[in-house]
């Protein structure tokens, strides 16, 4: 099936321009001021905007976590994609303990395969990186097309792995051409705070905020990125939400590390503030929490 878009305002990375764009199947063929082409389908977007599709990095489809899984399925998740203008997504693997990166893949692949309605990747989370799973780094890059390993610097026995096996990752990952990326938080003195908070019988949603203070995150950061400047691994952070962790990151920059972050759209709206709400706080559990007023504005 072929598609005339006609008289649209296109809104590229580099340019914003009028004109016609033809598509043959799934590929666009054309792009000019008024195409002489005739199509199946033809849409007049004059006073539109039209984009490329988005992409976002960072979903979790279909995802078992604590006994119980993420809301959206392949099908819910990348349908409701679609209608906000995102055409690709990237979703995370998660190895589990004792097993191959290759067992998770099939896994995967096996919930993703004919549901998805829109186009997806993955990253791959490395959760026990040994001499087992080493040359599965190799594998991933030249046989999946996989090149980025997500690593959880907390949730001890579960997903974390320490510093040893992290560096270790990244010196394989950086040989191989891949980017390693992390949930950059200090797992041992946030379990250390959630057991003291438990002990004292404080358990509502603001001591979740208080076992997670900013410095927590600010020096997972910081170490991550040492360690990626050390191997020159190229490293990204993913839903980073305060201006210490921030700072790690520009301060990693200015040593001409490979250091990338991102951030999610509450930390930039919500503040802790919300988890002074007892019972209704608990709308706004996540890990990293909800920071300050401060953190949004360095955001």
């Not at 099936?1 to 305002?9: A, D, F, Y």
């Not at 399925?73 to 990166?101: N, P």
């Not at 040593?255 to 503030?273: G, H, K, M, P, W």
């Amino acid at each position: 099936m072929s598609i005339l878009i006609k008289n649209g305002r296109i809104i590229t990375a580099t340019d914003d321009y009028i004109a016609d764009i033809f598509i043959e199947g799934e590929t666009i063929s054309a792009i000019g001021e008024n195409l002489n082409k005739t199509a199946d389908h033809e849409i007049d977007a004059t006073g539109k905007f039209v984009f490329p599709g988005g992409i976002d990095p960072h979903v979790h489809l279909e995802m078992p976590f604590m006994g119980t899984y993420s809301s959206d399925s392949y099908e819910t998740g990348t349908r409701a994609a679609l209608y906000g203008g995102t055409t690709t997504v990237i979703d995370f693997i998660l190895q589990t303990q004792g097993k191959s990166l290759k067992a998770a893949l099939n896994e995967w692949q096996s919930r993703a395969t004919g549901n998805a309605v829109g186009d997806y990747s993955f990253h791959m989370a490395v959760t026990d990186y040994n001499e087992n799973v080493k040359p599965e780094i190799q594998q991933m890059v030249e046989e999946e097309g996989i090149t980025s390993f997500k690593t959880f610097m907390a949730y001890k026995g579960a997903l974390m792995v320490d510093d040893r096996q992290m560096f270790d990752l990244m010196s394989e990952v950086k040989k191989q051409g891949g980017m390693v990326t992390a949930h950059a938080t200090n797992g041992d003195m946030i379990d250390l705070l959630v057991a003291k908070h438990r002990s004292e019988g404080k358990l509502s949603p603001l001591y979740h905020y208080l076992s997670q203070p900013e410095v927590t995150e600010a020096e997972a950061s910081n170490r991550f990125a040492q360690m990626a400047g050390y191997t020159g691994c190229p490293a990204y952070i993913v839903h980073l939400t305060c201006e210490g962790a921030l700072n790690a990151v520009r301060e990693a920059g200015a040593r001409n590390y490979q250091v990338f972050a991102e951030t999610c759209i509450q930390y930039l709206i919500l503040d802790a503030s919300l988890y002074e709400k007892d019972f209704e706080g608990a709308k706004w559990v996540m890990s990293p929490p909800l920071r300050e007023k401060k953190d949004q504005k360095a955001l």
